[in-house]
C-alpha cells in the first residue's frame, strides 16, 4: 500500500513540476514573442498606442494557451476549457465584429499611411486635416473648426483623397466671357494677371484655354501651378482680380441668356 501511495505521489509530483515548467517557460516565450514585436512595430514606427494593444492582446492570448497546455500536464480534460473558449471567441467575435473591423482598418492605415496627422484628406464625404488616428476612429478638423471622429472602417472601405500629401496643386478656374470679345485680347489679361501674382509657379507653366463653347459664354480654362499652401489664397485672390480686370479691360462676363420668340396667332376666322 505505501509503494503504491508513493508512485502515485510521485507520479502527481512530476506532473505538478512538468505543469510548474510548463507554465514558467511558457510565459517567458510569450514574453520573448510579445518584446520582439514590439520592437518590429516599434522600427516600423507604428503608434505607440497600437503597439501597446497587440502586444498586450498576443501576450493574454498566448497565456491562456500555457495554462490550457500546463493544466493538461497536471491531467485536467481541457476539452471543455476549449470548446468554451472557441464558443466565448466567437460570441465575442460577433458582438464587437464592428468595432474589430474599426480596429483592423486601424492598423492598415498606421501601417500603409495613406495619410498622416496633419495632412489635408477627402474621405466618407468629409474633407478636413487629420488631427489624431487612434484604434477605432480618425479624428478630422474641417474648414469650419468642427471635429468629425470617422470610424476607421468606413475610411478603408472608401477612396480616400490626399490632398496635401503632394508639395504643388493646379488651380482650376474657369472665367466666363461673351462671344463678342476678342479672346487674343481676353488671353493676354489672364495672362498679365497670373504674371503679376509670385505665388504661381512658373514650372509648370500654367494653362489657359478655351474650354467649352457653352450656351451663354466662352468659358475659358484658367489653370495654374502653385505650392500646396498657397492653393486658396490664391484661388480666391485669382477670382477677384479676374472680375476686376474683366470690368477695367470691358470684359463682359455675361448672364445665362435665351432667346424667346413671340407669335402673334392669327386672327380668328
Not at 470548446?83 to 465584429?97: E, I, N, R, S
Request: hydrophobic share 50%; proline share 4%.
Amino acid at each position: 500500500m505505501s509503494d503504491t501511495l508513493f508512485i502515485t505521489i510521485t507520479s502527481y509530483a512530476w506532473r505538478f513540476l512538468l505543469a510548474v515548467l510548463v507554465f514558467f517557460i511558457g510565459r517567458l516565450l510569450a514574453k520573448i514573442l510579445c518584446k520582439g514585436l514590439r520592437k518590429v512595430m516599434a522600427a516600423r514606427h507604428v503608434e505607440e498606442t497600437i503597439v501597446s494593444f497587440v502586444s498586450s492582446f498576443l501576450f493574454i492570448a498566448l497565456m491562456v494557451v500555457v495554462i490550457i497546455a500546463a493544466l493538461g500536464q497536471l491531467g485536467v480534460n481541457v476539452t471543455p476549457f476549449v470548446a468554451v473558449l472557441g464558443a466565448a471567441g466567437l460570441a465575442v467575435g460577433l458582438a464587437f465584429q464592428g468595432s474589430l473591423a474599426n480596429f483592423s482598418a486601424g492598423i492598415l492605415i498606421i501601417l500603409f499611411k495613406p495619410f498622416r496627422v496633419g495632412d489635408v484628406i477627402e474621405a466618407a464625404g468629409i474633407i478636413g486635416t487629420v488631427r489624431d488616428i487612434t484604434i477605432f476612429t480618425t479624428e478630422l478638423c474641417t474648414a469650419d473648426n468642427r471635429k468629425v471622429f470617422i470610424p476607421n472602417a468606413k475610411l478603408t472601405d472608401d477612396n480616400i483623397i490626399n490632398i496635401s500629401v503632394n508639395s504643388t496643386r493646379r488651380v482650376d478656374i474657369v472665367a466666363g466671357v461673351s462671344y463678342e470679345d476678342n479672346l487674343d485680347h481676353v488671353r493676354k489679361v489672364l495672362e498679365s494677371i497670373l504674371q503679376a501674382d509670385e505665388r504661381i509657379l512658373a514650372d509648370p507653366e500654367p494653362s489657359i484655354a478655351v474650354l467649352e463653347l457653352a450656351d451663354s459664354s466662352v468659358n475659358i480654362a484658367v489653370r495654374p501651378w502653385v505650392n500646396t499652401p498657397d492653393y486658396w489664397p490664391v484661388f480666391f485672390a485669382l477670382q477677384e482680380e479676374i472680375k476686376k480686370r474683366f470690368d477695367a479691360e470691358g470684359i463682359s462676363i455675361p448672364y445665362p441668356q435665351r432667346d424667346v420668340h413671340l407669335q402673334k396667332p392669327e386672327d380668328a376666322v
